[in-house]
C-alpha cells in the first residue's frame, strides 16, 4: 500500500486524512484519495491489500480460507470479526469466495493422495497391497436412525498412515433446492449433489467406489482393514471376489465387551470388578499376535474359557504362568486371585469363542481403522456435527 501513496500524475507523496471516498469490497477496500498539490488534485485509486488475477482481494480468501480450518462459518466469521470492530462481508460474498476456493482445494486433496500412495507403494514389500477403511457422517446417528444428507470416508495405507484416496457423497444442493422450494425450473449449474439413496448405503457405495478408482490407478487393493458392518462386507464381496477382508482390532474388543455387559444382566460374577477387562483381555492376546495361521488363532481361542475357569491344560508357557510354579499360581486379575466357577457364563463364552472361530480368516491379521478415526475427528473439527 505504501508503494501506492504516491500520485500518478504529478508524484506527490499521498495522505490518508485526503481520503474523499471508500469503496469496499469485502475485507478489502478502494481509497480514493485527492492529491495534496493545488495544482494537480488528482484523485488517486489506491488498494488497502494485494489481488489476485481476478482482481479478488487476497484477505478475502484467507479469512475464508481460516473460517474453513477453524470449522467456523460464514455467520461465525462475521460475528468474530464484528467482535473485533472490523466491517465484516456479506455473507453471499464469503460463500462466493468458498464456491471459488473450493475446487483448489479439492485439487489439492487429490494431488496429495497421488503422492501418498506412491509412497504407500514403495514401502511395501508384497506385491499385495492392504488399506484401512471407515466412514462417518456429518449428522449424528441416535443408533436406530440415520438421516445425515452428507458422509465422506477415508482408506488409508497402514504403513504410511497417510490417506490414499477419499470420497463423499452429499444428496444437498442449495441452488436446486431454492428453485424446488420456489417450484421454479433449475438453471444450468454445477450441481453439488451425487446421491439419491440412504445415509446408511453411503458406506458401502463409498467402499466399492474407491477400490475401482484405486484398481484404474495400478493401485489394486487385496486386503481391507474394516468395522463389522455387514451392508458393507456384502456389497464389497460381491463385487471384489479376491479382496480379503480383515476385522479391524478396536471394533472386535468393543463387540466383545458389549457381549459380555450384555452377559453380566443374567451372571453375576461378570458384575465384580476387573472380570469383564480380563476376560476381554484374554480373548485380545492371542488376536494381537501377527504372522498366526488360522489353526494356531483357533488353538489359542479354544483356550481362553478353560483358562478362565482354572483349566489350565492348553495353556501354553508364553501365556499362562501356571505351569511355572501351579502350587503358588493365583489369578490377580480375578476376584480373591481364584478363577470363575459359574458353569452356564462358561456355556455363553464357549458361544461367543464359536461366533469368533467361524471368521477365522478375519482374525488372523487383525488390521486397526485408527487412523481413519483419527481422520474422521478432523473432519468433525472442521465441520462439527452439532451445527
Keep these: 500500500m505504501a508503494d501506492q501513496m ?15 471516498d471508500e469503496k469496499i469490497s469485502g475485507l478489502g477496500s478502494f481509497l480514493h484519495i485527492q492529491c495534496p498539490s493545488p495544482q494537480c488534485l488528482y484523485i488517486n485509486t489506491v488498494t488497502t491489500g494485494k489481488r489476485n488475477e481476478k482482481g479478488v482481494f487476497d484477505i478475502n480468501n484467507k479469512a475464508t480460507i481460516a473460517m474453513i480450518h477453524s470449522g467456523m462459518g460464514p455467520t461465525h466469521l462475521q460475528n468474530f470479526l464484528a467482535a473485533c470492530n472490523i466491517p465484516p462481508p456479506n455473507q453471499s460474498t464469503i460463500i462466493r469466495r468458498e464456491k471459488e476456493m473450493s475446487k483448489s482445494l479439492l485439487s489439492q486433496a ?5 503422492r501418498a500412495r506412491d509412497k504407500e507403494k514403495n514401502s511395501t514389500e508384497s ?23 452428507t458422509g465422506h470416508s477415508s482408506m488409508i495405507g497402514p504403513n504410511t498412515d497417510k490417506v490414499i484416496d477419499f470420497d463423499y457423497r ?20 454445477v450441481c453439488n449433489s451425487n446421491w439419491e439413496g440412504s445415509s446408511k448405503a453411503m458406506e458401502s457405495d463409498m467402499a466399492a467406489s474407491m477400490l475401482r478408482r484405486l484398481k484404474d490407478d495400478g493401485f489394486e487393493i ?3 482393514h474394516a468395522d463389522n458392518d455387514s451392508t458393507t462386507a456384502a456389497r464389497l464381496k460381491a463385487e471384489f471376489q479376491s479382496l480379503e477382508k480383515r476385522c479391524d482390532k478396536n471394533h472386535l474388543k468393543k463387540n466383545i465387551t458389549k457381549q459380555l455387559y450384555s452377559l453380566s444382566k443374567s451372571h453375576k460374577q461378570l458384575k465384580q470388578e476387573g472380570v469383564i477387562c480380563y476376560i476381554t483381555k484374554c480373548y485380545m492376546h492371542p488376536l494381537s499376535i501377527k504372522r498366526q495361521s488360522e489353526e494356531e488363532v483357533g488353538r489359542k481361542l479354544d483356550m481362553v474359557v478353560p483358562h478362565i475357569f482354572g483349566d489350565h491344560n492348553l495353556c501354553s508357557t508364553s501365556w499362562c504362568a501356571y505351569h511355572r510354579n501351579p502350587k503358588s499360581y493365583r489369578m490377580k486379575y480375578l476376584p480373591d486371585g481364584k478363577p470363575l466357577n459359574d458353569e452356564m457364563l462358561r456355556e455363553a463364552l464357549n458361544r461367543i469363542t464359536l461366533s469368533l472361530k467361524r471368521i477365522l480368516p478375519q482374525l488372523v491379521c487383525l488390521g486397526s481403522t485408527q487412523s481413519n478415526e483419527n481422520f474422521n475427528n478432523m473432519v468433525a473439527s472442521k465441520a462439527p456435527k452439532n451445527r
Design 6 to 20: 504516491f500520485c500518478v500524475k504529478c508524484s506527490h507523496p499521498l495522505h490518508l486524512s485526503h481520503i474523499v
Design 110 to 114: 487429490k494431488q496429495s493422495c497421488d
Design 127 to 149: 506385491t499385495s497391497m492392504e488399506a484401512s477403511f471407515d466412514a462417518a457422517w456429518q449428522t449424528r446417528g441416535s443408533g436406530c436412525q440415520y438421516n445425515s444428507n
Design 170 to 189: 452429499t444428496r444437498l444442493c442449495s441452488i436446486c433446492t431454492h428453485h424446488f422450494s420456489r417450484r421454479e425450473t433449475v438453471p444450468a449449474h
Design 222 to 224: 487385496s486386503a481391507i
